[in-house]
């Protein structure tokens, strides 16, 4: 696993041991990113990583130019893998790590938020709550990566559908 491009770009990301964190794959990240460039949101983005895991997708976000990433987790070994990647990466200074529940932290967070990385584990079931809690927050757009298409909506647009491997991204928009 490694950051696939911008300034960050080749560094050796530390996966995890296990199956308990799934890492999103290079291929699948370099698809989401160039997407999201190509709609010019990543530049001095305020970016959240929910269910952070390793950090990939917010160090991805960081290494392309995101001014800001929060990256939220409740797993202690997920904030350590994300603590030791925005070390080797040299982060550490545009980030904010919260150990916290990913629904119950957003459900709390007043915090502006531009692109939103949602990539919880696959057994994940609240999509309508986290989605509506969303919602309300007006994020500029939403990554979401699951096991199968989530559905979010009548109040969201869905921009794109793809499929990598076993993962599926939908790229949402709250704004149209």
């Known amino acids: 696993m490694r950051v696939v491009a911008g300034i960050a770009g080749g560094a050796r990301l530390l996966a995890p041991k296990g199956l308990d964190i799934r890492p999103t794959s290079d291929r699948a990240k370099e698809a989401i990113f160039n997407s999201l460039h190509s709609r010019s949101i990543i530049e001095e983005a305020e970016v959240l990583d929910l269910f952070a895991g390793t950090g990939a997708l917010g160090i991805e976000a960081l290494s392309r130019g995101a001014k800001k990433a929060i990256f939220v987790d409740k797993s202690s070994e997920s904030l350590e893998l994300v603590k030791e990647n925005l070390k ?80 599926v991204v939908v790229i949402i928009d709250p704004n149209k």
Do not use: C, M
């Open 88 to 167: 080797k990466t040299g982060f550490e200074k545009k980030a904010e790590i919260i150990k916290e529940d990913s629904v119950n932290w957003l459900q709390k967070s007043s915090k502006p938020l531009d692109l939103v990385l949602l990539d919880p584990p696959y057994g994940f079931e609240d999509w309508p709550e986290l989605l509506d809690i969303l919602f309300q927050k007006q994020p500029k757009i939403v990554v979401i990566e699951s096991n199968r298409e989530i559905d979010p909506g009548p109040k969201w647009h869905v921009d794109s559908i793809r499929q990598y491997g076993s993962s």
